[in-house]
């Protein structure tokens, strides 16, 4: 473990300015967005809007951001990654104090469709800056850094965001549950506020310019057959995460009686093990490599999804069975985007983000409408076997996980193969022209020096094209 902290610390002390000026945005942002997600269902429901209409706002906002993610990609290429981020911030946090302020359900749905087109071009803008502000050597360990800051930060803006209710409900004698809500999200609009003045400090880098001014092209066959792949699995891991992520803070509420404080607690667990979680991941996908890592990741978390719709009573064993499919689920996510950013070209990367967030929250907002009219049901029955509204979406998620991760190992297993197979194609042609560099020190350039030069020269281009591997 001592060894895996002292990697991480020489490798953050490599990170850019550029990118430490994002961690540190990413922390303020993640307090409040994590503290506002803890309370926000909860705040609809004690304000008397039923499981059916919370899923139409969960619903809208997705479809919002996918109808958004193309157009916000190639937005983010044109004007820069500092602007993009810099205005899908400020129009998440004002969408999140408007939010905190209503329950007309009108605005609340406009909201939504806001906050969609503002996460639109948030979520196309992340990866493609963090490898454009990073090295290939530092790119596994600023993702792990990223992925893991983030749910070290969310377990205290969760626990925050669950115990503030409280905390006001006691200290403010005549305060009723739903103003504690509200109080505790306008708080966290303001930890989201403060979000922005790290980006303000950016600096557009050299590399995010030429992508700014370069026209992309989608003349690649492979590229879109890359896309393609990556969108299919997209598309069956978006519809199950729409039947139960969003609704997870109800589950616990309504099916086991928590409160605020409590759910709180369980979502803080949850971001402090899969923190640590997050770190282990550069080690095993060097043992395992990334695509077995992610496979196995996703495979075991599913036994965990059914016992989540099976269990009615034992709390416990549903909070462990909460934190394990979401550790491992999320753990593997930074690992997942730098393998995705590798295989696509700079100047198509937001773009490419834009389809791969469509084809997930497309099906993301039809699957949590659906969820959320279920759980607002009594379930169904399908011959003698009846199955409750918060069960049956967990089942229905195990199958799609499972056909996503699937689809994942098909179409990617070859690649850690084509890696390693390209790693020694380029260490051999490094030690070859050092080879050639040391003979032509000790034998001047004549005739003899000119075929060398030559066979060196065939014999590189055919190391290079893969045809005389070792």
């Not at 304000?47 to 157009?71: K, R, T, Y």
């Not at 302020?101 to 749905?109: G, H």
């Not at 925050?160 to 504690?180: A, M």
């Not at 759910?263 to 990334?290: E, H, Q």
Request: charged fraction near 15%; proline fraction near 4%.
């Amino acid at each position: 473990m001592l060894k895996v902290l002292s990697d991480y610390y020489q490798a953050t002390a490599k990170f850019s300015r550029n990118a430490k000026l994002y961690l540190g945005s990413q922390f303020l942002g993640a307090l409040g967005f994590s503290a506002f997600g803890v309370i926000f269902n909860l705040y609809l429901a004690e304000g008397a809007l039923p499981e059916g209409f919370i899923g139409n706002i969960l619903s809208v906002s997705a479809l919002a951001g996918s109808i958004a993610a193309l157009p916000a990609g190639l937005t983010s290429d044109r004007i820069g990654r500092k602007r993009a981020l810099l205005f899908s911030l400020l129009l998440l946090c004002i969408s999140v104090l408007i939010k905190a302020t209503t329950l007309n359900k009108d605005i609340l749905l406009a909201v939504a469709a806001f906050s969609g087109l503002a996460g639109a071009l948030a979520g196309v803008t992340d990866y493609p800056f963090l490898m454009e502000n990073s090295t290939p050597e530092e790119q596994i360990h600023l993702f792990s850094v990223n992925g893991s800051l983030m749910f070290i930060t969310m377990v205290i803006g969760s626990a925050l965001g669950g115990r503030l209710p409280e905390v006001f409900l006691r200290c403010l004698p005549d305060i009723t549950r739903f103003q504690s809500y509200r109080l505790t999200l306008m708080i966290s609009a303001l930890f989201s506020f403060s979000a922005l003045i790290p980006l303000v400090f950016l600096r557009e880098s050299a590399r995010s310019a030429k992508v700014v001014q370069a026209k992309v092209s989608w003349g690649e066959k492979k590229d879109l057959i890359t896309i393609g792949k990556f969108s299919i699995i997209n598309l069956f891991m978006g519809a199950g995460a729409g039947l139960v992520i969003p609704f997870f803070n109800l589950y616990f509420a309504k099916r086991f009686g928590a409160t605020s404080t409590q759910i709180g607690l369980y979502f803080s667990g949850f971001f402090l093990i899969t923190a640590a979680a997050t770190l282990l991941v550069p080690i095993a996908a060097k043992r395992l490599g990334r695509v077995r890592t992610i496979f196995y990741a996703y495979m075991l978390s599913l036994p965990c999804l059914v016992l989540l719709g099976w269990l009615e009573r034992y709390l416990t064993f549903a909070v462990l069975a909460y934190w394990i499919r979401g550790c491992l689920m999320n753990m593997s996510q930074p690992l997942l985007g730098a393998m995705r950013m590798e295989m696509i070209p700079e100047k198509k990367r937001a773009t490419a983000e834009s389809i791969s967030d469509i084809s997930s929250n497309l099906p993301w907002a039809g699957a949590t409408s659906f969820s959320g009219r279920l759980m607002q049901s009594q379930g169904i029955t399908i011959g003698r076997v009846s199955l409750p509204g918060y069960s049956l979406p967990y089942y229905l998620t195990a199958l799609l996980y499972f056909l996503s991760a699937s689809c994942f190992y098909l179409f990617f297993k070859g690649y850690e193969k084509r890696d390693q197979e390209a790693g020694e194609a380029h260490h051999y042609l490094r030690a070859a022209l050092q080879r050639f560099r040391a003979h032509i020190r000790h034998h001047p350039p004549g005739a003899h020096g000119e075929h060398i030069r030559t066979t060196y020269h065939r014999h590189d281009m055919e190391v290079i094209s893969g045809s005389n591997l070792p």
